[in-house]
């Protein structure tokens, strides 16, 4: 380290949190009090490796906004906050209401409303043959797998 650069535990100021887990392991992140709790979740998720965007940063009971200052949210020295990670988002299956009394698709590919293809050489190969034409474009071939397969 040069004689140029300071420390975290250096800076004039600088505030130790203690950020608890539920799962019980504590970090020990150095803050000043004029950080924003962002700067707090994102010094968090380096030590943890868990992304910033699933960190919850809780207090007393209640959420601590990214936006506040260390010092709003009522952090000092030694202060303890919990963590929890949220829960990833869920994906819904939206189901098409004209698909009502039709037969289910008979493939993957049928069911996706795209062309099938064996394999990729199969593919790249179909490809090859339809551009050697003149003219010929991507959206063409695509164009005229799906209707070969009606």
Known sequence: MSDGEVQEEDLPGSISVLVKSLKG???TIKVLPSDLVAVLKNK????TAISIDQIRLILKGKAVADTST?????LSDQ???HFTIKPAAKT?????SESIGKSKPSTKAE????PEVKTEAQFWAQL???LKGSNRTVEGFVQNLLAAKK
């Open 44 to 47: 968090l998720s380096k030590q």
């Open 70 to 74: 260390i010092e709003e949210a009522k």
């Open 128 to 130: 090859e043959d339809y």
């Open 111 to 114: 069911a996706n409303n795209r």
């Open 92 to 96: 819904t299956v939206p189901m098409p």
């Open 79 to 81: 202060s303890k906050i």
């Open 25 to 27: 392991a504590t970090y």
